[in-house]
């Protein structure tokens, strides 16, 4: 009798281990799985970064030319655009950051800069509609380095960082047709020039009162970014500032206007071609006697490395 008794305690045991072993591999399997995001979830990144840095450079030697022509010359030309704009419900906030700098060295005319460039712009806004945005928009344009002018081959002191510098306060409205277009309009305006250097400030350049450092306009604004991909290898970027002073000559609007056009020739080598235009009707330095404004017109061509970050 305890025999049997053994055997049936026995059998039962194995019977439950029986039971248990396909419960004991499902939290085995459980345990190991890893957890995969699922194809609905619906969760998007707040930020998107990013960025290009290029560099063009040219070099050239003669020696024994009968042709003439500077015996030697070196051109650099080097830009850092950077960009992180921000996304979450009905809040945006686009920041963008543009640094160009160019040099030029001849054994005719020495070493001189052709490009000095410091524009930052942030602009904040709240959607109103799918397009249409309340928006908040700061800009600061300035350069790095000293600049010269020279005229009749004479090296004149022109300007400095925060000589002149520009400074935008404006709210308005952002219309956003595509995300390839951007329109900011803006019916009341703040615009700083600083010329921080005293030299220039005592003679009144770039508008301030002579021995100013700083003047205030008031008036309306406006803005459009526009940037393009063609296909894989070609893209623009282009954008157009118009203020228009409330206080003096209205109808006499000041343009910013800046476009940069990048053709890819192989993964890390392009074309860039960028050309500025600027009107400034406070900036009287030009003319037979150095008083009058004028269209202002810069362009830089090259081939060189262009990488993105």
């Known amino acids: 009798m305890k025999k049997l008794s053994f055997l049936l305690a026995i059998l039962c045991c194995n019977g439950l281990i029986k039971a248990q072993d396909?419960?004991?591999?499902?939290?085995?399997?459980?345990?190991?799985?890893?957890?995969?995001?699922?194809?609905?979830d619906t969760s998007?990144?707040?930020?998107?970064?990013?960025?290009?840095?290029?560099?063009?450079?040219?070099?050239?030697?003669?020696?024994n030319w009968a042709a003439g022509g500077d015996d030697f010359s070196l051109t650099i030309a080097t830009s850092l655009n950077l960009f992180a704009f921000y996304k979450k419900d009905k809040q945006s906030w686009d920041n963008s950051l543009d640094i160009n700098f160019g040099y030029?060295?001849?054994?005719?005319?020495?070493?001189?800069?052709?490009?000095?460039?410091?524009?930052?712009?942030?602009?904040?806004?709240?959607?109103?509609?799918?397009?249409?945005?309340?928006?908040?928009?700061?800009?600061f344009r300035s350069q790095?380095?000293?600049?010269?002018?020279?005229?009749?081959?004479?090296?004149?002191y022109a300007s400095d960082f925060l000589s002149p510098g520009y400074i935008v306060f404006s709210q308005?409205?952002?219309?956003k047709a595509k995300k390839d277009l951007s329109i900011f309009i803006s019916p009341l305006t703040s615009r700083w020039i600083v010329v921080k250097n005293d030299s220039l400030s005592i003679k009144g350049d770039y508008g301030v009162s002579?021995?100013?450092e700083m003047l205030n306009h008031l008036g309306a604004f406006a803005t459009i970014n526009y940037q393009k991909a063609f296909n894989k290898h070609v893209s623009y970027r282009g954008r157009i500032d118009l203020f228009s002073n409330y206080r003096q000559k209205?109808?006499?609007?000041?343009?910013?206007?800046?476009?940069?056009?990048?053709?890819?020739?192989?993964?890390?080598?392009?074309?860039?071609w960028n050309l500025d235009l600027i009107y400034d009707d406070d900036v009287r330095l030009f003319g037979k006697e150095n008083t009058s404004p004028a269209l202002q017109l810069k362009s830089i061509i090259g081939v060189g490395l262009q990488v993105k970050i």
């Open 22 to 40: 396909p419960i004991i591999k499902k939290l085995q399997s459980e345990s190991t799985r890893s957890i995969k995001k699922e194809v609905t």
């Open 44 to 63: 998007r990144r707040s930020w998107k970064r990013g960025g290009i840095f290029a560099i063009n450079a040219g070099q050239g030697t003669l020696s």
């Open 104 to 139: 030029v060295n001849t054994t005719s005319l020495g070493s001189r800069k052709n490009d000095d460039r410091f524009d930052m712009v942030s602009k904040y806004g709240y959607a109103l509609s799918n397009h249409l945005n309340l928006a908040t928009l700061v800009n």
């Open 144 to 156: 790095m380095l000293k600049g010269y002018n020279y005229k009749d081959n004479i090296k004149t």
């Open 172 to 175: 308005g409205i952002d219309y």
């Open 210 to 212: 002579p021995g100013r």
């Open 250 to 272: 209205p109808q006499n609007a000041d343009l910013y206007m800046t476009n940069a056009l990048t053709a890819k020739i192989a993964r890390i080598l392009a074309f860039n």
